[in-house]
């Protein structure tokens, strides 16, 4: 997950030793550094350089980092479905794949997600004048789902996907308010530029990526980091929203707690209020009887 986060960021040399590491980690955990080096086209000191570059001291700490997380993901399922979808593949494998990269994007957020930033953010949120929440096309979804959250719970926020009226928005926040821009690869120049204008004008900003060290990072005071792969059809776009979303969840039920009497008493004004346009049917389809008025 490191690795494919930090990808971006790697020069093209250590870029080559991370497609090695990741296209059999198994194997490079057996492997020595001369033979890394080799199969990358590339010297010894730079598959160092691509150690440290990822956090690890040096490629012993790799190969053992990869040893283990290898025995963990093989302990958690002995299907190898991989996610690659092929022409071939029949309707019941393209479910099993796609709803095995959903799965494994929720667990491996939920695993690489600093607990110690969720809170910050947590406390941000919940004591913010005022939240704007900015992201275009598929993470403008997760951008509404935030915002609908929120003000369900009597938290005044806005959700904005249109460029100028992102900046226009971020040009009248100011202290006490909080701006979030969500992007998966971190590098979607409309989101980038809504918090950067944010920032300037005295928000606090928070920034929800795939990738640590892409743009959007370098203008928000918080990063949280999502875990999501892409595979093929882009069905990694769909992982990123799911593994946004978790992520969404786990800030929203966050703020709720911070406000926990107000925010029951909020979801039960906003459910009675839509109540009387919901059909009167029983989950189990049935119909509930009707008042008599006795």
């Known amino acids: 997950m490191r690795i494919r986060s930090l990808l971006p960021g ?11 590491v990741l296209d059999d980690p198994s194997t490079v955990a057996r492997r020595s550094i001369t033979e890394v080096a080799l199969a990358a086209n590339t010297s010894e000191t730079t598959v160092t350089r691509f150690c440290k570059a990822i956090g690890v001291g040096g490629y012993p700490q790799l190969r053992i980092a990869l040893a283990a997380d290898t025995a963990r993901t093989e302990a958690r399922s002995s299907r190898n ?4 979808i092929a022409l071939n593949d029949d309707l019941a494998s393209v479910v099993s794949k796609v709803s095995y990269a959903d799965a494994r994007a929720v667990e491996e957020t939920a695993e690489q997600l600093e607990v110690g930033v969720l809170e910050r953010v947590i406390d941000l949120v919940a004591n913010a004048g005022r939240v704007d929440v900015y992201g275009v096309a598929a993470s403008a979804l997760v951008a509404i789902d935030l915002q609908q959250k929120l003000h369900r719970i009597g938290r005044i926020s806005f959700a904005w996907s249109d460029t100028h009226v992102m900046l226009t928005s971020a040009a009248v926040l100011g202290e006490g308010d909080v701006a979030i821009g969500i992007s998966h690869t971190g590098a979607t120049t409309d989101t980038v530029e809504a918090l950067r204008v944010a920032r300037e004008h ?22 949280l980091t999502t875990a999501a792969r892409e595979t093929t059809f882009r069905s990694g776009a769909t992982a990123s929203r799911i593994a946004q979303l978790t992520v969404i969840d786990c800030l929203f039920i966050g703020v709720a707690q911070r406000h926990m009497d107000e925010s029951v008493n909020a979801l039960d004004a906003t459910r009675d209020a839509v109540g009387a346009h919901r059909l009167g049917v029983r989950p189990d389809g049935r119909r509930r009887p009707r008042e008599t008025g006795k």
């Open 10 to 20: 790697l020069a093209r040399a250590e870029q080559r030793v991370a497609k090695v």
């Open 81 to 84: 479905l991989g996610g690659e």
């Open 202 to 223: 005295g928000a606090q900003t928070v920034a929800l990526t795939n990738f640590p060290r892409s743009p959007i990072t370098e203008v928000a005071d918080q990063v």
